[in-house]
C-alpha cells in the first residue's frame, strides 16, 4: 500500500497566520488538474503540510488531499495523497496570467491578493532556476547541485504544455526542470536512477545536473534538473508519424530495443541485483492488482479468470532473467530519438505505486513488455487500426533487444505474457481515471490476453 506525507500540524517557516482561505481556493483547483490523481474518489479535506515563502511573491506548499476511503479486495487505499505546488500572489494579475488563476483570498494574512499557479509566470520560473544555480537552503527545501555542472543564468523559461504526470519547465532549450507533483516520502528514482547511470558514463539517459528537496514534513525528492535534447522527438510521436505516412518502424523499433537493452545491462551493473526473481510472489502482486482493478472497472470482471491464467503460469515457471532496477513505466513517451539515438527519460515508475515498490528489483521483462503494449496504443490510434504494424515493430524490438541483451524476451512467452497482463490491467486503470475515451485501446488487449496463447 503506498506510503504518504500524511497530515499533521503544518509548519509555517517564514509566513504565519491561518491558510483556511487558500485551503477554500484550493479545493476547487487541485481536482481539476492533469497531474492530480484522485480524480474518481472526492476531496473530503485538504490540508497544507508546509509553506515555504520561496521568494516575495511566490510560496512553496505541501498539501495534503484526503478522499473517502474505498475498500478493494486489495486492501483500503490510502486516504490521500501529498502535492506539491508553487503558487504566486499579487494584488493584480496580468492577463498573460489569467489561465494560471486559482483564486483571490478572501481572508486570513493573503487577504484580496490573487493567488495563481506560479509555474506559469516567467519570473517565477526564473528565480527558481536561480535556486538551483546556487546551492543551499530555503526553510525546509535544500537545493543542491552536481558540482562539475555550469548552469548559465538568464535563460527563458517556457512551462511545457504536454500531458503529463508532473509538471516541466524548459529553459532556454538548454535544460529541463521536472517538479514532482504527486510526493512520496524518499528518494525519487527519477533522480536516484539517472545519477547511478550518468556516474558509470552511461549516455543514454540525461544526467540530473541540478535537484531540490525537503526534510518537512518528511524528507523527499520535489524537483530535477536535467539537460534537455533540444532537437528530440518522443518515440510516441515517431510511431504516430510512420503510421500516419504508413511507414515501417521496424528499424527504430529493433535499435529502440538495443538502447533498452543497454540501458538494463547499466541498470544492474548500478545497482546490482541482491538475488533471484521470486515469480511465485510477483504473480500473487499482479493477481491482487487484477483483482483491485476488476472492482473499480467492473468491465474488467468477465476476463478476470482468464487473466489469471497467464499469472498462474507465472508462478510456476522457474526461468527467466534475474531481478533488477527497472524503468517500471516503460512506454513510447518515455524514449526521446535525437539524430539516430535513443535516450529513455522518466524513471518514476509507474507514478500510482508506492515508492518503496518502485525501487525494488523486478524482472526487466517488466519493461519490455510496456514497450511491447505501446506498439499496440500506437497501431490502435487510428482506423483501420494496423496491428500488423504493431506485431513487426514487436519482434524488431525483441529483435533489438535480445542481440544486446543476451537472452531474447520472445523465449520467455509465460514470463512476457504475465507482464503484458499486469501492464494491460494497469492501464485499464490509468485510462479508466484519466482519459475514458481511452479505454478500448488496453480493453482490446485484455481480451486478447485473457484467452489462452494470446
Ligand atoms: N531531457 C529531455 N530532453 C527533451 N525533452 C524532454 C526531456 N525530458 C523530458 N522531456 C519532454 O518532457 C515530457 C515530459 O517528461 P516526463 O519526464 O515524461 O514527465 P512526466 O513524468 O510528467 O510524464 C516528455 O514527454 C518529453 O517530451
Ligand atoms: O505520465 P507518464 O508518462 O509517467 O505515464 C502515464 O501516462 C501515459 C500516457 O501519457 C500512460 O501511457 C499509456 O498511453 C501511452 C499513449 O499516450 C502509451 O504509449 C502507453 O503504452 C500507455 O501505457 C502510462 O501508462 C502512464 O503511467
Same mark, same amino acid.
Given at each position: 500500500?503506498?506510503?504518504?506525507?500524511?497530515?499533521?500540524?503544518? !509548519?509555517?517557516?517564514?509566513?504565519d497566520?491561518?491558510?483556511?482561505?487558500?485551503?477554500?481556493?484550493?479545493?476547487?483547483?487541485?481536482?481539476?488538474?492533469?497531474?492530480?490523481?484522485?480524480?474518481?474518489?472526492?476531496?473530503?479535506?485538504?490540508?497544507?503540510?508546509?509553506?515555504?515563502?520561496?521568494? *516575495?511573491?511566490?510560496?512553496?506548499?505541501?498539501?495534503?488531499?484526503?478522499?473517502?476511503?474505498?475498500?478493494?479486495?486489495?486492501?483500503?487505499?490510502?486516504?490521500?495523497?501529498?502535492?506539491?505546488?508553487?503558487?504566486?500572489?499579487?494584488?493584480?494579475?496580468?492577463?498573460r496570467?489569467?489561465?494560471? @488563476?486559482?483564486?483571490?483570498?478572501?481572508?486570513?494574512?493573503?487577504?484580496?491578493?490573487?493567488?495563481?499557479?506560479?509555474?506559469?509566470? *516567467?519570473?517565477?520560473?526564473?528565480?527558481?532556476?536561480?535556486?538551483?544555480r546556487?546551492?543551499? !537552503?530555503?526553510?525546509?527545501?535544500?537545493?543542491?547541485?552536481?558540482?562539475? $555542472?555550469?548552469?548559465?543564468?538568464?535563460?527563458?523559461?517556457?512551462? /511545457?504544455?504536454?500531458?503529463?504526470?508532473?509538471?516541466?519547465?524548459?529553459?532556454?532549450?538548454?535544460?529541463?526542470?521536472?517538479?514532482?507533483?504527486?510526493i512520496?516520502?524518499?528518494? %525519487?528514482?527519477?533522480?536516484?536512477?539517472?545519477?547511478?547511470?550518468?556516474?558509470?558514463?552511461?549516455?543514454?539517459?540525461?544526467?540530473?545536473?541540478?535537484?531540490?528537496?525537503?526534510?518537512?514534513?518528511?524528507?523527499?525528492t520535489?524537483?530535477?534538473?536535467?539537460?534537455?535534447? =533540444?532537437?528530440?522527438?518522443?518515440?510516441w510521436?515517431?510511431?504516430?508519424?510512420? /503510421?500516419?505516412?504508413?511507414?515501417?518502424?521496424?528499424?527504430?523499433?529493433?535499435?529502440?530495443?538495443?538502447?533498452?537493452?543497454?540501458?538494463? #545491462?547499466? /541498470?544492474?551493473e548500478?545497482?546490482?541485483?541482491?538475488?533471484?526473481?521470486? %515469480?511465485g510472489?510477483?504473480?500473487?502482486?499482479?493477481?491482487?492488482?487484477?483483482?483491485?482493478?476488476?472492482? $473499480?472497472?467492473?468491465? /474488467?470482471?468477465? @476476463?478476470?479468470?482468464?487473466?489469471?491464467?497467464?499469472?498462474?503460469? #507465472?508462478?510456476?515457471c522457474?526461468?527467466? =532473467? *534475474?531481478?533488477?532496477?527497472?524503468?517500471?513505466? #516503460?512506454?513510447?513517451?518515455?524514449? +526521446?530519438?535525437?539524430?539516430?539515438? &535513443?535516450?529513455?527519460?522518466?524513471?518514476?515508475?509507474? =507514478?500510482?505505486?508506492?515508492?518503496?515498490?518502485?525501487?525494488?528489483?523486478?524482472?526487466?521483462?517488466?519493461?519490455?513488455?510496456?514497450? +511491447?503494449?505501446?506498439?499496440?496504443?500506437?497501431?490502435?490510434?487510428?482506423?483501420?487500426?494496423?496491428?500488423?504494424?504493431?506485431?513487426?515493430?514487436?519482434?524488431?524490438?525483441?529483435?533489438?533487444?535480445?542481440?544486446?541483451?543476451?537472452?531474447?524476451p520472445?523465449?520467455?512467452?509465460? +514470463?512476457?505474457?504475465?507482464?503484458? !497482463?499486469?501492464?494491460?490491467?494497469?492501464?485499464? +486503470?490509468?485510462?479508466?481515471?484519466?482519459?475514458?475515451? &481511452?479505454?478500448?485501446?488496453?480493453?482490446?488487449?485484455?481480451?486478447?490476453?485473457?484467452?489462452?496463447?494470446?
Amino acid at each position: 500500500m503506498p506510503k504518504t506525507i500524511t497530515p499533521r500540524p503544518r !509548519t509555517a517557516t517564514v509566513l504565519d497566520g491561518p491558510l483556511d482561505s487558500l485551503g477554500g481556493l484550493l479545493r476547487e483547483w487541485l481536482p481539476r488538474q492533469r497531474w492530480f490523481a484522485g480524480k474518481d474518489r472526492p476531496v473530503t479535506e485538504l490540508s497544507v503540510l508546509s509553506v515555504t515563502e520561496l521568494f *516575495p511573491g511566490c510560496l512553496h506548499l505541501l498539501v495534503h488531499a484526503s478522499h473517502v476511503p474505498v475498500p478493494t479486495p486489495g486492501g483500503t487505499p490510502p486516504p490521500g495523497d501529498c502535492y506539491q505546488l508553487l503558487l504566486g500572489l499579487r494584488p493584480h494579475l496580468a492577463p498573460r496570467l489569467e489561465r494560471a @488563476f486559482i483564486g483571490r483570498a478572501v481572508d486570513g494574512p493573503l487577504a484580496g491578493l490573487a493567488v495563481y499557479d506560479a509555474l506559469h509566470d *516567467p519570473r517565477s520560473a526564473h528565480l527558481l532556476l536561480e535556486r538551483l544555480r546556487h546551492p543551499g !537552503t530555503a526553510g525546509p527545501l535544500r537545493f543542491e547541485a552536481d558540482p562539475a $555542472a555550469r548552469v548559465p543564468g538568464g535563460l527563458p523559461p517556457r512551462l /511545457l504544455d504536454a500531458e503529463q504526470s508532473n509538471s516541466s519547465i524548459v529553459y532556454g532549450d538548454a535544460y529541463i526542470l521536472k517538479l514532482f507533483r504527486r510526493i512520496q516520502p524518499g528518494v %525519487n528514482p527519477d533522480l536516484e536512477v539517472p545519477a547511478a547511470l550518468a556516474a558509470l558514463g552511461c549516455a543514454r539517459v540525461p544526467a540530473p545536473v541540478a535537484w531540490f528537496t525537503t526534510a518537512d514534513p518528511r524528507p523527499a525528492t520535489l524537483g530535477v534538473l536535467q539537460p534537455f535534447l =533540444p532537437d528530440a522527438t518522443d518515440g510516441w510521436s515517431l510511431a504516430l508519424g510512420a /503510421l500516419a505516412a504508413g511507414d515501417d518502424f521496424t528499424a527504430e523499433a529493433r535499435a529502440l530495443g538495443r538502447a533498452m537493452a543497454e540501458v538494463h #545491462l547499466a /541498470l544492474a551493473e548500478a545497482f546490482p541485483p541482491a538475488g533471484p526473481g521470486e %515469480n511465485g510472489r510477483t504473480a500473487e502482486a499482479m493477481r491482487a492488482r487484477l483483482d483491485a482493478a476488476a472492482h $473499480a472497472v467492473p468491465g /474488467l470482471l468477465p @476476463f478476470v479468470p482468464g487473466l489469471r491464467a497467464a499469472f498462474a503460469a #507465472l508462478a510456476t515457471c522457474d526461468t527467466g =532473467p *534475474p531481478a533488477q532496477r527497472v524503468h517500471g513505466d #516503460l512506454h513510447l513517451g518515455q524514449v +526521446l530519438r535525437a539524430g539516430r539515438d &535513443w535516450f529513455v527519460i522518466d524513471f518514476e515508475g509507474e =507514478p500510482s505505486r508506492p515508492l518503496a515498490e518502485r525501487r525494488t528489483p523486478q524482472s526487466p521483462v517488466r519493461d519490455v513488455a510496456g514497450m +511491447l503494449r505501446s506498439f499496440d496504443y500506437a497501431a490502435r490510434q487510428r482506423r483501420p487500426w494496423r496491428p500488423e504494424w504493431a506485431r513487426r515493430c514487436r519482434e524488431a524490438f525483441c529483435a533489438g533487444y535480445a542481440a544486446r541483451a543476451g537472452w531474447d524476451p520472445r523465449k520467455k512467452h509465460a +514470463l512476457l505474457r504475465a507482464h503484458e !497482463t499486469d501492464r494491460a490491467v494497469y492501464e485499464v +486503470l490509468y485510462e479508466a481515471r484519466h482519459r475514458p475515451d &481511452w479505454l478500448p485501446v488496453p480493453m482490446a488487449a485484455i481480451k486478447r490476453l485473457a484467452v489462452w496463447g494470446g
